[in-house]
């Protein structure tokens, strides 16, 4: 009895560390798609600027 409940304490603190990771990951590339894309229409904002000053 002694060693299933060490074990589904271990498979417990085994899966929360594992979600935690997930969530950490998930929000680092959110933040990586957001400033992409931030970065994506500054960059377009800036050619088409260039552009309308050459002409």
């Given at each position: 009895m002694k060693n299933q409940t060490l074990r589904s304490l271990a498979l417990l603190i085994?899966?929360?560390?594992?979600?935690?990771?997930?969530?950490v990951i998930g929000g680092i590339f959110e933040v990586?798609?957001?400033?992409?894309?931030?970065?994506?229409?500054?960059?377009?904002?800036?050619v088409i600027w260039i552009i309308r000053k050459l002409l």
């Open positions: 085994l899966s929360l560390m594992v979600f935690t990771g997930c969530s990586g798609m957001w400033v992409g894309i931030i970065g994506v229409v500054l960059v377009v904002v800036l």
